[in-house]
Each structure stands twice: as C-alpha cells, then as structure tokens.
C-alpha cells in the first residue's frame, strides 16, 4: 500500500514540477556588462521568477551593483571546481567572472536589497558556477554578496570569491530587523578577504534554540585561506553551522583569524543579545607552522552555547578561546554556555590535535578578564575541556543529533524553477519529509 501510495505521489509532483517549470522564464544575459545583467534579472523578476545564466568570460569592472530578487537563480558558465588540489582547494576556478571596483561599502550583487524599485520577495534563489572579484588594486568591495532581506532557502555553490570585505553578508545590518534567511554555502573557496568571509547578521531571538535543524545557515565543503579577519561570525541571534571545510592560512599570509561569535552590543535595535549559538565539527584548521610565536586560535567564541567536536586544529597555542563582550557582564545573560536565562553549555568531543602547544592557559582558554572575573570556567558550563595534547575525550552533547550532510539543498536545484510564489510551486523538503512519512521513516506535521 505505501508503495503504491508513494508511486502515485512520485508522479504527482513530477507533473506539479512540469506545471510548475512550464511558468519559468530562463534567460541567458548577452554579454557581463552590468546593465544586460540587470536587465536579464528584472526580465526574470517580472515573470515571477526563473533562471539567468551567465555566459564564459570575465566582466569589465563593475561600478554599481546588481540588485538580485528571491526567486531568480543565477548561474555562470560551464560546470567548474568538482576537485581539490592538494591544499583541498576547489579547481578548477568559475569561468564567469565578475568584477567591481565601487566604493568600498557597496557590493557587486544585492539579494532583496531594499534600494530595488520592486518589493523583496522572501524566497529561495541560488548563485552557482561564478568567480567574484572584490578589489581592483585600489578600491575594495564590501559585500561583494548581500542578503538584505530574508530568503529562505537559499543557496550559494561551486563560487570562487576573492578579495573584498564582508564576501557574504547574510541576514540584516544592525539597523535592519528582516525575516531570518537560512540555507547553505558550499563548494565555495572564500579567499584572501581584507575583513569578514561570511557575516550571519541578526534574526529574531529564540532562547535556547535547538542545535542540529535545518533552522540556520550552513557553510560546509568550502575553502578558506588568507584572511585578515574572521571567516565566519555571527551577530544578534544568529545561527551558524560550520562543518567539512578547510581553512588554511600560508606561510607569510596575514594572521589567522578566527571564528567568531559576537556578543551583545551588536544589534540595533533591542533586544541587545549575542551570537549563536554555534556548530563547529568536522574541519580542519592549519595555520602558518613558520612562525616564531604560534598563532592564537582559530575560534574566538563570545556568546551562546554550541558544539565543537571531530575537527583537526594544527599549529595553534589553542583550539579555542571564549570570552565575553561588555554587555553580557551586567545582565549575566549571552556568556559563552549560556542563553538568555538557559545554561545549556559548551560540548567539545573527538577533536585532534598537531603541534598545538598550549601555555598556562590550556587547550580551550578562558579569558579570566571577562566580565572582571565575574565568571569562571565552571560558570561557561565547558564539558570535555582538556589540557593534555593528543585527541580529547570530552563528552558529546546529551541528545544531539548533527543535521543531514549533505545539506539537503545542495542535493536538488532549489528553488525548482517555474513561479516561485505560485501555490504550485513545490518545496522539495517538504516533499522529502512527505515521502519519508509515508515510508515509515519520520513523522511529517
């Protein structure tokens, strides 16, 4: 009976899917010049939604941005970076390249941005297959990707960014209050950035939120090298998964920096509350090994609470360090461990470690300034801290399950191109949840 069930709904949606792509509009720009992109876009954008595909070649340098609806996908030439050379980098590179040599605080593709003459559309869209180029020797973008209203779902692939500053900004400002955006980067290599790599900016607050859901953004299977700030942070709330990356930083690079949470004191307006919380497993972090002093560590974790475990940390003098920004001391809320008025703690299990050397301080150190010594080690609720060098043996969260890898979204061509905002429009983890239900795997609803 579920076969047939299921056969039936097989051929459903596959005829809902046709209906559904039957009202797409795919287009493929003439040329790079910003303007036929543009127009490509908003061609697309007044159908409701669909495709543009960009041809091979590299763009003059951009002077203005590309403002980018939910629902529109954009995807360069050719089918590129399915390999990694020996360092784990991706190849070979996009050969759709686009440029932009505006003014720093401007970006070279603006998703939803509230400076469109249409209003945002709070769907999926997908960028695919395209190398960013962030400066031009004597200006640096900033935001070279920019989602400046909610959209979820989203998904950025197989891209190759390099140079810029806040490379993808995801979410809001701190003076934009927007719907959450979640969905996943991945097979990307994000390098040689000037400040930020990837930046999850502010999202409604939910106390204790549950660790392991599809409820976040996801950055797995990249490559990060080079960066003179963090290659993920998150602010106000927001929640990011870091997991199946490598981040490495070459011998005469910029020091590396770390993975960061902010703490409260970041969002406009209030509630003030911090980043996170947090998953971090399955990377591999090195460092530059020709240093006289080693660097510090490549996680500096101001708020929250999350998970750290399977990771691979090389020449470090730690695997991690939490302190706590000012405004966390007076309210006692957002410590590292600690949300809102929860407790739920830091778990770190299974990491390894080479030529990490750790000084008085310890493997995972604590600021003892933090908060004037307000709060101690125990006060962070830190389960498996351990000094000695080798593999830890901490203990794994009660309860916690990771999410599915590989992300859902990187194994279907979200959004399905057709009407975006059509009921007919399908979401296909839904329907990946509908058929589980029906062969008994899960409960769906």
């Known amino acids: 009976m579920k076969r047939k069930t299921l056969v039936l709904l097989i051929i459903f949606l596959s005829a809902l899917s046709l209906s559904s792509k039957a009202q797409a509009l795919d287009v493929t720009a003439a040329n790079l010049e910003l303007a036929t992109v543009q127009a490509a876009c908003d061609q697309v954008t007044a159908a409701g939604g669909g495709t543009v595909y960009l041809p091979a070649g590299t763009s003059p340098w951009w002077t203005g941005n590309l403002k980018l609806m939910g629902g529109v996908n954009l995807i360069g030439a050719g089918s590129p970076m399915t390999t990694r050379d020996a360092d784990g980098r991706w190849i070979p590179a996009p050969t759709t390249v686009l440029r932009s040599a505006v003014s720093y605080m401007q970006g070279i593709i603006f998703v939803n941005s509230p400076w469109h003459t249409q209003p945002p559309r709070y769907t999926g869209f997908r960028i ?21 209203e909610g959209a979820p779902n989203f998904r950025i692939d197989h891209c190759e960014i390099d140079n810029g500053s806040y490379q993808i900004s995801i979410g809001s400002s701190r003076t934009e209050a927007t719907p959450t955006s979640v969905g996943v980067i ?8 000037r400040d930020y790599g990837v930046s999850v900016g502010q999202r409604p607050w939910i106390e204790n939120k549950p660790l ?8 797995e299977d990249c490559y990060f090298e080079n960066f003179v700030s963090h290659p993920v942070a998150g602010f106000c709330g927001a929640h990011w998964v870091v997991r199946y990356n490598k981040f490495l930083q070459r011998p005469g690079g910029p020091g590396f920096a770390w993975l960061d949470v902010h703490g409260p004191g970041w ?52 695997a991690a360090n939490f302190t706590c920004d000012a405004g966390s001391c007076s309210a006692g809320l957002d410590a590292p461990g600690r949300s809102g008025s929860y ?3 830091i778990y770190i299990w299974n990491n390894t470690y080479t030529n990490v050397v750790p000084d008085t301080d310890g493997m995972y150190w604590i600021e003892p300034g933090c908060c004037a010594g307000v709060y101690t080690r125990y006060d962070y609720e830190v389960f498996g801290y351990n000094d000695g060098i080798g593999s830890d043996h901490g203990v794994p969260k009660p309860g916690y399950t990771p999410y599915t890898y590989p992300h859902p979204l990187t194994l279907e061509d979200i959004p399905l191109k057709g009407d975006v905002n059509s009921d007919k429009a399908v979401n296909i983890l839904d329907v990946q949840a509908l058929v589980n239900h029906i062969l008994g795997i899960q409960d769906y609803g």
Do not use: K
């Open 128 to 148: 695919s297959g395209i190398r960013f180029l962030g400066s031009d020797g004597t200006t640096t973008v900033m935001n070279i990707i920019a989602i400046r």
């Open 186 to 193: 991945d097979h990307c290599n994000i390098i040689n950035s």
């Open 212 to 219: 392991g859901t599809g409820d976040a953004v996801y950055v």
């Open 267 to 318: 969002c406009d307006p209030a509630p003030q509350h911090g980043g996170g919380p947090w998953e971090v497993y399955n990377n591999t972090f090195i460092s530059d090994p020709t240093l006289s002093t080693l660097n510090w560590s490549p996680m500096r974790l101001r708020s929250l609470h999350g998970v750290i475990f399977n990771n691979h940390f090389q020449n470090f003098r730690h």
């Open 343 to 345: 407790t739920p703690g």
